[in-house]
């Protein structure tokens, strides 16, 4: 069984800085991707950024580019999530996706096999 334990959530004013974790358990992952997805009230899922398991290209949505950086730890299993400059607009809950699968839309949240439960990112002004 496969778990994906997000850490790292909590309330920062704008400007600030947090760092999420994700870290996977009952699969070791050599390939495929692990993503960031968030979701704000009243809003659909939308895709943050994703990282390749095998070969560590990193896709980024335009809205956190320059200010978001993922990065992975094969050995830990886990996956991290740096975001700088958080904006009011950041706010939302933050899940992490996984799949072993090497050829898909890593924007499409169907693509995945495996979410985390979320954390909470709130950015106030």
């Known amino acids: 069984q496969v778990q994906l334990v997000e850490s790292g959530g909590g309330l920062v004013q704008a400007g600030s800085s947090l760092r999420l974790s994700c870290a996977a358990s009952g699969r070791t992952f050599s390939s495929g991707f692990m993503s960031w997805f968030r979701q704000a009230p009243g809003k659909e899922r939308e895709f943050v950024t994703a990282?390749?398991?095998?070969?560590?290209?990193?896709y980024y949505a335009d809205s956190v580019k320059g200010r978001f950086t993922t990065s992975r730890d094969n050995a830990k299993n886990t996956v991290y999530l740096q975001m700088d400059s958080l904006k009011p607009e950041d706010t939302a809950v933050y899940y992490c996706a996984a799949t072993w699968r090497e050829y898909v839309s890593t924007t499409n949240p169907g693509a995945y096999d495996y979410w985390g439960q979320g954390t909470q990112v709130t950015v106030s002004s």
């Open positions: 990282i390749n398991w095998s070969a560590g290209r990193t």
